[in-house]
C-alpha cells in the first residue's frame, strides 16, 4: 500500500473515485467522490475507523451500491511528523483543496511548533470561514429539563474577531507602542502594564458568513435566523456584525425574510409560510434564552468569541460535547471535525464515544454533499442505541445500572440497526 502524500507533487487521487467539480457556481458532487480523511492525535484514530464504517453502511443501506465514498488518507500532527517529518504538509491542504471534502479528528499542536492551532491553521488556509455546529437530543442523559427542546445550528464564523490572534504581551515593545500612539494621538490612556489585542470585524467577512446561514436556512426549511452580537457595548465591531447581517437578509434575502417588527405588525406573531423571521439577540441575553425558550431558535449567527461560548453551553445542555458535531465551510468546499478535542489518555482503549466524529461526517455527506438521506438513517441508528443503552461510557456513567459498551462494540450497535431498519419508516418521518 502506497505512502501518505507528503508533498505536492505525490498526490494521486484514488483512481477509483472522481473528484467533486464547479459548474455554473455550484459543486456538483459525483456519485463516487474522493473525500479526504485525516485520523488526527490521541482518540482521532479509533472514531474516524469507527466514523467511516457507520457512514459507509449508511451510504450502501440507501443506495445499494449506487453510491459510495472513496476514501484517500492525508496525514497532520503527530502522524503528519512520523511521515512526512512536518506537522501539516502542503499536501494534505492542497489534496482538500482538490477535492473539496475532506473530514477529519482532532489535532493537537505540539508546544513550539510555530501553529497556533492546526486546526486554525487549515481554517485559515483554506478559507474554511463559517463553523457550523448543530445542537441536538437523541434521547442521551442530559441535565436540562428542556433538552428535548433543543434542536439548532449555530453559524460561528471561523477567522477574525480575536481568534485572528494579532496581541501583544504587557510589556512588550510592541504593547508599549501602541500605549504610546493611543495617548499620542487619541488622548487615551491605559495602564503600562496592559496587554493588547485586536479585536478586527469586516464587512466582506460577516456578509459572506451571514449569506452561508441564509442559505444554509432557506435549503434547510428553517423559519428562524438569529443574530448574536454584543453590539450594544462593542458598537463598530460587534454592532457592525448585527448591521451587516441584517443588510445581507434584507437586501440579497428580502423575498425570503420577515423582521420581528413585520412579525407582529403584519403577521400576529406567526411566521407565515416561505418565510424566515431574522431578528437579533445581545450575547448575555442569548445565553440565557437558549437555557429558558431553545424551541425559538433555529439558526444563530454569531461572530468567532460568541460562537465559542454558546456551542459549549448549547451541547451542555442535552449531555455535553461527546456527541457534539462541527463542519468547517467555505466556498464549495468543506471540511467536517468534532467539537472535541484529542482525549490523550483514552486513546487507543477502545472506550471513547464516536458519534461527534460520525455526525460530523454526516454534516459533511447529507448536509454539504447533498446526500439528505444519510442523516435521519445515521440518527435513527444512534436513538436506537441509545434508547436500547447501548453506550460508551460518557453516557454510561449518567444512567444507571448501565454498563458501558467499547468504541468498537458501539460502531457496529449502529451498523446493525442501520442494516436492519425499514427506509420507508425512518425517511418517512422525517
Not at 157 to 167: Q, S
Request: proline fraction near 6%; include cysteine; aromatic fraction near 8%.
Amino acid at each position: 500500500m502506497p505512502g501518505i502524500p507528503c508533498s505536492v507533487d505525490e498526490l494521486k487521487p484514488p483512481a477509483e473515485g472522481q473528484l467533486a467539480r464547479i459548474e455554473n457556481g455550484r459543486l456538483i458532487v459525483p456519485d463516487n467522490p474522493v473525500v479526504v480523511f485525516i485520523e488526527g492525535d490521541g482518540i482521532g484514530p479509533e472514531i474516524m475507523a469507527s466514523a467511516r464504517k457507520v457512514l459507509n453502511a449508511a451510504i450502501e443501506k440507501l443506495y445499494q451500491g449506487k453510491r459510495k465514498i472513496v476514501w484517500w488518507e492525508m496525514a497532520a500532527g503527530e502522524k503528519a511528523v512520523r511521515e512526512c517529518g512536518k506537522l501539516l504538509p502542503e499536501a494534505t491542504v492542497e489534496a482538500i483543496r482538490m477535492t473539496r471534502l475532506g473530514l477529519k479528528g482532532p489535532l493537537t499542536t505540539p508546544v513550539g511548533s510555530g501553529y497556533r492551532s492546526l486546526n486554525v491553521a487549515l481554517r485559515m488556509l483554506l478559507d474554511l470561514y463559517s463553523n457550523i455546529r448543530p445542537v441536538r437530543y437523541y434521547g442521551q442523559p442530559a441535565p436540562h429539563k428542556y433538552a428535548d427542546k433543543v434542536n439548532f445550528v449555530i453559524f460561528r464564523e471561523n477567522t477574525e474577531d480575536v481568534y485572528a490572534g494579532i496581541e501583544w504581551p504587557a510589556g512588550s515593545q510592541e504593547a508599549l507602542k501602541i500605549l504610546e500612539f493611543l495617548k499620542k494621538e487619541f488622548g487615551i490612556e491605559l495602564p503600562k502594564d496592559s496587554g493588547i489585542g485586536i479585536k478586527p470585524i469586516s464587512e466582506f467577512k460577516t456578509k459572506r458568513h451571514m449569506r452561508r446561514a441564509m442559505e444554509w436556512a432557506i435549503s434547510h426549511g428553517n423559519k428562524r435566523v438569529t443574530i448574536m452580537h454584543k453590539g450594544n457595548i462593542m458598537k463598530y465591531t460587534e454592532g457592525a456584525f448585527r448591521k451587516w447581517a441584517y443588510e445581507v437578509a434584507l437586501e440579497e434575502f428580502r423575498e425570503y425574510v420577515i423582521t420581528e417588527d413585520e412579525l407582529w405588525e403584519k403577521y400576529n406573531g406567526q411566521i407565515p409560510d416561505g418565510k424566515i423571521l431574522v431578528n437579533d439577540r445581545i450575547a448575555d441575553n442569548m445565553l440565557q434564552q437558549i437555557i429558558t425558550r431553545p424551541w425559538d431558535y433555529e439558526i444563530i449567527v454569531t461572530p468567532n468569541l460568541n460562537g465559542d461560548y454558546i456551542s459549549d453551553e448549547a451541547n451542555a445542555l442535552v449531555g455535553g460535547i461527546g456527541m457534539a458535531a462541527g463542519m468547517n465551510m467555505g466556498d464549495l468546499i468543506a471540511v467536517g471535525e468534532p467539537v472535541h478535542g484529542t482525549a490523550p489518555k483514552y486513546a487507543g482503549k477502545n472506550v471513547i464515544n464516536p458519534t461527534a466524529e460520525i455526525l460530523s461526517g454526516v454534516l459533511l455527506v447529507a448536509d454539504f454533499m447533498g446526500w439528505r438521506e444519510v442523516r435521519p438513517l445515521v440518527e435513527y441508528a444512534i436513538k436506537k442505541a441509545i434508547a436500547n443503552k447501548i453506550v460508551t461510557y460518557d453516557l454510561a456513567r449518567h444512567m444507571p445500572g448501565v454498563e458501558p459498551v467499547k468504541t468498537t462494540e458501539y460502531t457496529d450497535a449502529l451498523i446493525g440497526f442501520i442494516k436492519e431498519a425499514d427506509l420507508a419508516e425512518v425517511l418517512g418521518n422525517q
